[in-house]
């Protein structure tokens, strides 16, 4: 009767140890994201170049990225929406209203950076993630002023500052600031790995008109800096967009797993 005993409780710890082989080696693992829903902007557009050096559109670059960002996120199972997936214009609230209207979990426009010193184009490089507040810092400001200017092209500018003022202090700030955190520590952190000498910009607030019209967790990713050559040319080499992609997914996936954490949804 032991013997019999002894050798059921060995056929079942067979079996578990099976399973347990079985989730290590295939998807068994893999966290279901099918009700996480990401809305991307690609930044510009159309008549709109954004930044251009050396004959190379910031609008190229991101459009580029955003579709690699596309396949990774459906390729993790999530609901994924582009607000352009081609070269065209988008007026402000095309790009933001759509993360309302999808109910997005997240919202993230991704853009090229440059400065305008030539002398300094070999120095300045980096990749920053922004979330949206108001900030003194000289340079934060300058980028917002820049991305400003041609997000607003064809919108009406009035009470800018009232949309401003009646979204920073709500709780979408600090949601936002751990987004930024958690997908620019992964982006870099696999960009590092992969590239020598990436730089890491950090997390920086600016008031980015792009991310006031949308009601929940928004970023600004500035990937690199198009007036640094070796920047430009990563920015079009579709392995380091890849991997710009796969950081941002696991970033935007870290945070999603955090806040389910946090507040149990
Ligand atoms: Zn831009």
């Given at each position: 009767?032991?013997?019999?005993?002894?050798?059921k409780?060995?056929?079942?710890?067979?079996?578990?140890?099976l399973?347990?082989?079985?989730?290590?080696?295939?998807?068994?693992?893999?966290?279901?994201?099918?009700?996480?829903?990401?809305?991307?902007?690609a930044?510009?557009?159309?008549?709109?170049?954004?930044?251009?050096?050396?004959?190379?559109?910031?609008?190229?670059?991101?459009?580029?990225?955003?579709?690699?960002?596309?396949?990774?996120?459906?390729?993790?199972?999530?609901k994924?929406?582009?607000?352009?997936?081609?070269?065209?214009?988008?007026?402000l609230?095309q790009?933001?209203?759509?993360?309302?209207?999808?109910?997005?979990?997240?919202?993230?426009?991704?853009?090229?950076?440059?400065?305008?010193?030539?002398?300094?184009?070999?120095?300045?490089?980096?990749?920053?993630?922004?979330?949206?507040?108001?900030?003194?810092?000289?340079?934060?400001?300058?980028?917002?002023?820049?991305?400003?200017?041609?997000?607003?092209?064809?919108?009406?500018?009035?009470?800018?500052?009232?949309?401003?003022?009646?979204?920073?202090?709500?709780?979408?700030?600090?949601?936002?600031?751990?987004?930024?955190?958690?997908?620019?520590k992964?982006?870099?952190?696999?960009?590092?790995?992969?590239?020598?000498?990436?730089?890491?910009?950090?997390?920086?607030?600016?008031?980015?008109?792009?991310?006031?019209?949308?009601?929940?967790?928004?970023?600004?990713?500035?990937?690199?800096?198009?007036?640094?050559?070796?920047?430009?040319?990563?920015?079009?080499?579709?392995?380091?967009?890849?991997?710009?992609?796969?950081?941002?997914?696991?970033?935007?996936?870290?945070?999603?797993?955090?806040?389910?954490?946090?507040?149990?949804?």
């Amino acid at each position: 009767m032991k013997q019999i005993i002894r050798n059921k409780s060995t056929f079942i710890m067979g079996i578990a140890v099976l399973f347990v082989l079985a989730g290590c080696g295939g998807s068994a693992l893999q966290v279901d994201r099918s009700s996480n829903v990401v809305v991307i902007d690609a930044g510009h557009g159309g008549q709109d170049s954004g930044a251009v050096n050396s004959g190379k559109k910031e609008k190229d670059a991101v459009l580029q990225i955003t579709q690699k960002l596309y396949k990774e996120f459906k390729k993790e199972g999530y609901k994924i929406y582009l607000t352009r997936s081609s070269d065209r214009f988008l007026r402000l609230d095309q790009r933001t209203k759509i993360a309302d209207r999808k109910n997005a979990d997240v919202f993230i426009s991704v853009h090229a950076n440059a400065i305008a010193d030539m002398k300094r184009f070999n120095v300045v490089e980096g990749v920053e993630t922004y979330y949206l507040q108001k900030t003194r810092d000289a340079r934060s400001q300058s980028i917002a002023a820049r991305e400003n200017a041609s997000v607003l092209m064809g919108t009406d500018p009035l009470s800018q500052n009232v949309i401003l003022d009646s979204v920073l202090s709500g709780p979408k700030v600090i949601e936002s600031h751990k987004l930024a955190i958690d997908v620019q520590k992964n982006m870099f952190g696999l960009l590092n790995k992969n590239y020598r000498s990436v730089k890491n910009g950090g997390v920086r607030p600016a008031p980015f008109y792009v991310l006031v019209g949308a009601s929940r967790p928004s970023i600004l990713v500035e990937v690199g800096y198009i007036t640094n050559p070796k920047e430009r040319k990563r920015l079009f080499t579709p392995d380091y967009q890849e991997q710009l992609a796969k950081g941002i997914v696991a970033g935007v996936g870290r945070y999603i797993d955090n806040r389910k954490k946090e507040v149990g949804f």
